[in-house]
């Protein structure tokens, strides 16, 4: 179909960037921080197990990008993973502001979790093999 490549690389994209992120700021914590000027919470734990947390959907994404049909059912995760930052980044933003490294962040994520969501709809009553 003409939409498979479109959603094999929308999803190697979201593996790529979540990936990246990731590792950033799992090696990188205190570093990023300071660079965005942004006070870093009490403890490095608290950045670096969501980072880890984000090289996991990683992993996930790049299930979806090698087999979308047959992993279909993670995209899911991945919306509610998308909603679920912007949720918490847009409410604060918009109820009194949160620090700027954040925005990119949660306007990316949204524009995943909406294209997650067309893939979704795509893949609907395709059948494993069909792609």
Known sequence: MKNDLAIRLLFWVAA?????????????P???Y????VT???????VQFPALLLIVFA???ASVARHPVRNRGLIWYGVLLKLSF?????????AG????????????DACFALLFVWAIIM???RRVGTI
Request: aromatic share 20%.
């Open 86 to 94: 912007c949720a918490v980044a847009f409410g604060h933003w918009f």
């Open 30 to 32: 205190l570093a990023l």
């Open 40 to 46: 870093p919470p009490n403890h490095v734990g608290y």
């Open 34 to 37: 300071e660079w965005c000027g």
């Open 59 to 61: 992993l996930m994404f």
């Open 97 to 108: 502001g949160i620090p700027s490294m954040w925005k990119p962040f949660a306007v990316a």
């Open 123 to 125: 893949l609907r009553g």
């Open 16 to 28: 790529a960037y979540d990936g990246l992120l990731g590792a950033l700021f799992l090696a990188f």
